[in-house]
T-cell receptor, first 114, second 115 residues
Framework: AQKVTQAQTEISVVEKEDVTLDCVYE???????LFWYKQPPSGELVFLIR??????QNEISGRYSWNFQKSTSSFNFTITASQVVDSAVYFC???????????FGTGTSLTVIP | DTGVSQDPRHKITKRGQNVTFRCDPI?????LYWYRQTLGQGPEFLTY????????KSRLLSDRFSAERPKGSFSTLEIQRTEQGDSAMYLC?????????????FGPGTRLLVL
């Protein structure tokens, strides 16, 4: 069965601090995809990144970076120099190869304090 | 470029009433998904369509829930005889099937409150 665990329920940081959001997944599939979404207070889920299980290269996009490690079944998300606008709930999600269903974690609520 | 839209954005109803929500996907997307999100939880998959065919509905929460996508464009989600436990955010997402998992793009959701 597919499962995503985001153990950090809430995190608070002071603006400009770096913060890492953890994501651990479970799957028996050899081909799968991992995603991160941001849900600001407005409620709409905003896509951040998609990775497939064969691509373990870390990725950086501006202040965002992602660390994918198959050995530990983790796909962690780091925000450097956090800003108040980063305050939101962040979800990690997993899908099997055909993408029929997404399995979401319970989310991590990030508050960036000015 | 129009994203996924949902209507209404908010719905308050009394227990026992029927409600229907609409989702308009991104126009070129042939797959459409429905999710439910309760407070403090991640979205929970309910069902999905490829064009007008409903390919998975075993995860619908009960037989009070049904969904349609009659012409392969917009979709509706109906809840009959609503219960207080149905209070949640109902999210719609869409993407284009290329035989592999593609990013799902989400709408703003419909927040349902059952009194």
């Amino acid at each position: 069965a597919q499962k995503v665990t985001q153990a950090q329920t809430e995190i608070s940081v002071v603006e400009k601090e770096d913060v890492t959001l953890d994501c651990v997944y479970e799957t028996r599939d050899t081909t799968y995809y991992l995603f991160w979404y941001k849900q600001p207070p407005s409620g709409e889920l905003v896509f951040l990144i998609r990775r497939n299980s064969f691509d373990e290269q870390n990725e950086i996009s501006g202040r965002y970076s992602w660390n994918f490690q198959k050995s530990t079944s983790s796909f962690n998300f780091t925000i450097t120099a956090s800003q108040v606008v980063d305050s939101a709930v962040y979800f990690c999600a997993l899908s099997e190869a055909t993408g029929n269903q997404f399995y979401f974690g319970t989310g991590t609520s990030l508050t960036v304090i000015p | 470029d129009t994203g996924v839209s949902q209507d209404p954005r908010h719905k308050i109803t009394k227990r026992g009433q029927n409600v229907t929500f609409r989702c308009d996907p991104i126009s070129e997307h042939n797959r459409l998904y429905w999710y439910r999100q309760t407070l403090g939880q991640g979205p929970e998959f309910l069902t999905y369509f490829q064009n007008e065919a409903q390919l998975e509905k075993s995860r619908l929460l009960s037989d009070r829930f049904s969904a349609e996508r009659p012409k392969g464009s917009f979709s509706t989600l109906e809840i009959q005889r609503t219960e207080q436990g149905d209070s949640a955010m109902y999210l719609c997402a869409s993407n284009w099937d290329r035989g592999r998992s593609e990013t799902q793009y989400f709408g703003p959701g419909t927040r349902l409150l059952v009194l």
